[in-house]
């Protein structure tokens, strides 16, 4: 290829990068100043080509950074992180340039934008403080209950009865919490699954029972339909419990909201495909949140459930998993009336 045309093609492929790229020769003068830099720094970067860096970019960490690339002894990358006016961070990138026998030819930088990673941070800063909560109120539940029950009262049956299904309960919420955690360490990895010929009755039954008391208290009544001629179904059995109780989950929370309710949960088989819907009469997703719900992290915070969210990591590994197992996950609703999250799965 022509040199002039590979010069114009890296020219145009450095122009078109997503972030901000520079390149100085010893003497400081800029040589190349792509789109970005242009929009980081606030220059064209027709005004900037050809001017030494000095008087084109204002004097702070990343100037002096970058000119002292030209006189490293060592031709050795380094990376930095730089803070620029109005309090944006960019991972830096810098290597001096020699030709091979040494010759000094300049320096050049390539910027990342750290704006993703710091959303990152403040996800996770809410996640560690949710996780706490939800760790710390049902263990003080269970210290507090099992406390009084060694104080005396074990002697009456019936309190102790009681006092016992609330243990229980509280357990079963901690269980939840762990297997949320389990699953965010997992978040991302396309999940590794064990496969084995299964049935969905008992796997939808025990998804419906752990929640059954809860819901009770809430109001919202847990119902099951399964069609009498469901398929054995090669799945991984203990990743698909998790999708249902995620999605039951969800259910009776935000239908529990409104004071009362009615959850189902419904199994059927139809042309080589199972399908589970998981519907509730709850608040119902907002139309705009309808796909972003699936989002890490993500959860909805107006409307009537408005903080009442967890992790916001359920449902997204919920769908990694129907997807890995070569199936769908997707949700219909209607706001004020409820939501129906449908996952098919082929047999
Ligand atoms: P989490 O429940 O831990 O917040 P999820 O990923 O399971 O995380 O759900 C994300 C968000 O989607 C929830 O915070 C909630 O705003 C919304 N959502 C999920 N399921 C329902 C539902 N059945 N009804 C109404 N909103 C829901």
């Known amino acids: ?38 929009r980081l720094f606030d220059r064209r970067p027709a005004e900037a080509l050809g001017r030494p860096l000095w008087d084109v970019l204002p004097s702070g ?15 050795v990358p380094v990376e930095q992180v730089i803070v620029f006016p109005g309090d944006r961070v960019f991972a830096v990138q810098m290597a ?21 990673v710091r959303q990152i941070e403040r996800g996770l800063d809410h996640f560690l403080v949710d996780v706490t909560r939800r760790v710390s109120v049902p263990l003080t539940a269970i210290k507090g209950f099992v406390e009084t029950l060694l104080e005396g009262p074990y002697q009456d049956p019936e309190i102790t009865r009681r006092f016992l299904q609330i243990i229980n309960e509280e357990t ?3 269980v939840r919490v762990v297997m949320t955690l389990e699953e ?7 999940p590794v699954l064990s496969k084995q010929r299964s049935r969905l009755e008992p796997l939808v ?8 008391d809860v819901a009770a208290q809430k109001g919202v009544d847990v119902e099951v ?16 419990r998790r999708v249902l109780v995620n999605l039951v989950d969800n259910a009776v929370k935000f239908t529990g909201v409104r004071g009362r309710g009615r959850v189902a949960i419904r199994a059927t088989s139809r042309g080589g495909v199972v399908h589970v819907a998981v519907s509730d009469t709850g608040v119902g997703i907002p139309e705009s949140e309808r796909e972003l719900i699936f989002e890490r992290f993500h959860r909805v915070n107006e409307g009537p459930a408005a903080g009442l969210g967890g992790t916001g990591l359920g449902l997204s590994v919920a769908r990694e998993i129907v997807d890995a197992h070569g199936g769908s996950l997707e949700v219909e609703s209607e706001p004020g009336e409820g939501s129906t999250f449908t996952f098919h799965l082929p047999t």
């Open 225 to 240: 339909d399964l069609a009498p001629d469901l398929p054995w179904i090669q799945i991984d059995p203990d990743r698909i």
């Open 184 to 190: 965010s360490a997992r978040v991302g990895e396309v």
């Open 61 to 75: 960490d990343f100037t002096r950074a970058f000119s002292a690339q030209i006189k490293a002894s060592e031709p």
């Open 1 to 38: 290829m022509p040199p002039r045309i590979e010069g114009q093609l890296s020219d145009a492929l450095i122009d078109g990068l997503l972030d901000p790229c520079l390149g100085i020769d010893r003497s400081g003068v800029l040589r190349i100043f792509n789109r970005e830099a242009g």
């Open 96 to 116: 001096p340039v020699r030709t091979e026998r040494g010759r000094n030819l300049g320096a050049i930088a390539v910027l990342r934008d750290m704006a993703g």
């Open 205 to 212: 039954e025990a998804s419906a029972n752990m929640f059954r």
């Open 172 to 174: 079963n919420r901690l």
